[in-house]
């Protein structure tokens, strides 16, 4: 059973930082790209990074660039996300999702997880 288990979320103020935890089980961690993805209330799920586990390939939206850094922990079946520089309008609950490619488009992924979620105060 492929399981997704995200950690890491919490209130920072802006400017802050926080790193999220994607812990993955399940499949085989290495032909797979884990995506991030973010969904605000009343907003449609954006993609924000995404990760080819096995290439080390890695791809962000343009609002996060520079300020976000994915990466991932072979040996522990873990992709983490570094946010730097949080702002207000971050504020989301965050997900990671497992796929066959590392696109920022929903619906490329197959399995999802439970969310985290991430509050940046002004």
């Known amino acids: 059973e492929v399981q997704l288990v995200e950690s890491g979320g919490g209130t920072v103020q802006a400017g802050g930082s926080l790193r999220l935890s994607c812990a993955a089980s399940?499949?085989?961690?290495?032909?797979?790209?884990i995506g991030w993805f973010r969904q605000a209330p009343g907003k449609e799920r954006q993609g924000i990074s995404a990760?080819?586990?096995?290439?080390?390939?890695?791809s962000y939206a343009d609002i996060v660039q520079g300020r976000f850094t994915i990466s991932s922990d072979k040996a522990k079946n873990t992709v983490y996300l570094q946010m730097r520089n949080l702002k207000p309008e971050d504020t989301a609950v965050y997900y990671c999702?497992?796929?066959?490619?590392?696109?920022?488009?929903?619906?490329?992924?197959?399995?999802w997880g439970q969310g985290t979620q991430v509050t940046v105060s002004s």
């Open positions: 999702a497992a796929g066959p490619s590392a696109v920022l488009t929903a619906i490329a992924y197959n399995d």
């Open positions: 399940g499949f085989a961690f290495e032909r797979y790209a």
């Open positions: 990760i080819d586990i096995g290439y080390g390939s890695t």
